[in-house]
């Protein structure tokens, strides 16, 4: 099962790196990573999806909270969360073939963004399953390249309860490193 993690750390050099270094010593192939700033420059958020049943992401959540610059760990796999992707995809597009190509992006709600002599160059954001489903009705034309973001997440509704505070407060929030309990808070 796709667990998705949204990992709140500290915006400092060689965080991404022991992070996924945390990852590869468990043995846990990363699906999908996504890094940026957030509303305060001194936090970053990771959206990190992993392949792994429940015991497991349970065991990552308490290693990822015994890492020094990480400040708060959501799982969001059963919350209500907007979970997005991006990609961009570079199609063949012969002149009696756009008018079609062109009908699919306006099915799919994607857009096109480059429009060259022998080819177009189509942006869709949305579920994964959207983009492997645009993916798939294009491969007839001739994939040249494409390129995907990896997923980013965010609780719905009210702001998630780490967005909030200052970051000495968001440490605070977190569970106490040396219990391998992430659920004691």
Do not use: C
Request: no cysteine.
């Amino acid at each position: 099962m796709l667990i998705t993690f949204v990992v709140y750390v500290e915006n400092k050099p060689g965080v991404l790196t022991r992070v996924a270094s945390l990852f590869r010593r468990r043995a846990f192939n990363i699906d999908s990573l996504t890094v940026g700033r957030t509303e305060k420059p001194e936090v970053s958020r990771m959206t990190i999806t992993v392949d792994a049943d429940q015991d497991q992401a349970r065991r990552i959540e308490a290693s990822l909270y015994k890492l020094v610059n990480v400040l708060l760990v959501e799982n969001l796999t059963n919350q209500r969360a907007i979970v997005r992707d991006l990609a961009m995809i570079k199609v063949a597009a012969k002149h009696e073939e756009r008018s079609h190509l062109l009908q699919l992006v306006g099915v799919f709600r994607a857009r096109v963004v480059d429009v060259a002599p022998e080819s177009l160059t189509i942006e869709i954001t949305g579920a994964e399953a959207k983009i492997d489903g645009l993916l798939e009705a294009l491969r007839p034309y001739g994939v040249l390249e494409m390129v995907r973001t990896g997923i980013v997440a965010m609780r719905r509704g009210n702001k998630s309860p780490a967005a909030g505070p200052p970051m000495g407060e968001l440490a605070e929030m977190a569970p106490d490193a040396n219990n391998d309990d992430p659920q004691s808070v």
